[in-house]
């Protein structure tokens, strides 16, 4: 089956540890995203790349970093400078500018 | 800077009843809309994408429509059922910039038998 996968579905971090969530897609999708969920507040921008090779900052990109080394594979890492980095994780992707856009099941990282 | 709105924001009705749920955008500069469907803990479906060219898209129990110029979108359920009970958002692409999406922040709907 075509699709997103997201893995893991539950992560937990201790303080000052940096984790990487994984977004896999054999869509052959270009286009890539991460999102950010947080009670009441509607999906932020973390992290998008249009193309393998680049990447570009969205609206709450600090404390974050991903790679975009194979068109299929977009992980993003939450390192320590993230100070509060509990929420819900969504990896997207799209075909082209005018196409819809697919997510994945999402992943729930909690600080412990 | 694109804002996007979303009225009410929870919503419960009886099994049966039609509905509708509001989506508003600042900034007319979209390519186009699109609506999610979110289960609770788990990821967003798509239900309908709207070119900014299109008044309105049909899905099944579901119209999406589309005034680019005011600045709104609605998504009309017909015949509600309990299994529709879901938190329902609306997203629009802003031309430029990376064609992201904007997000609005979500109407939580309860189907009630």
């Known amino acids: 089956d075509g699709g997103i996968t997201q893995s893991p579905k539950y992560l937990f971090r201790k303080e000052g540890q940096n984790v990487t969530l994984s977004c896999e897609q054999n869509l052959n999708h270009d286009a890539m995203y991460w999102y950010r969920q947080d009670p009441g507040q509607g999906l932020r921008l973390i992290y998008y790349?249009?193309?393998?090779?680049?990447?570009q900052k969205g609206d709450i990109a600090e404390g974050y970093s991903v790679s975009r080394e194979k068109k299929e594979s977009f992980p993003l890492t939450v390192t320590s400078a993230q100070k509060n980095p509990t929420a819900f994780y969504l990896c997207?992707?799209?075909?082209?500018?005018?196409?819809?856009?697919?997510f994945g099941q999402g992943t729930r990282l909690t600080v412990v | 800077k694109q804002e996007v709105t979303q009225i009410p924001a929870a919503l419960s009705v009886p099994e049966g009843e039609n509905l509708v749920l509001n989506c508003s955008f600042t900034?007319?500069?979209?390519?186009?809309l699109q609506w999610f469907r979110q289960d609770p803990g788990k990821g967003l479906t798509s239900l309908l994408l709207i070119q900014s060219s299109q008044r309105e898209q049909t899905s099944g129990r579901l119209n999406a429509s589309l005034d680019k110029s005011s600045g709104r979108s609605t998504l009309y359920i017909a015949a509600s059922q309990p299994g529709d009970s879901a938190t329902y958002l609306c997203?629009?692409?802003?031309?430029?910039?990376?064609?992201?999406?904007?997000f609005g922040t979500g109407t939580q709907l309860k189907v009630e038998l």
């Open positions: 997203a629009v692409r802003r031309t430029g910039g990376g064609n992201k999406l904007t």
């Open positions: 790349s249009q193309i393998v090779n680049d990447f």
């Open positions: 997207a992707s799209r075909a082209a500018v005018n196409t819809e856009a697919f």
């Open positions: 900034d007319s500069a979209i390519y186009n």
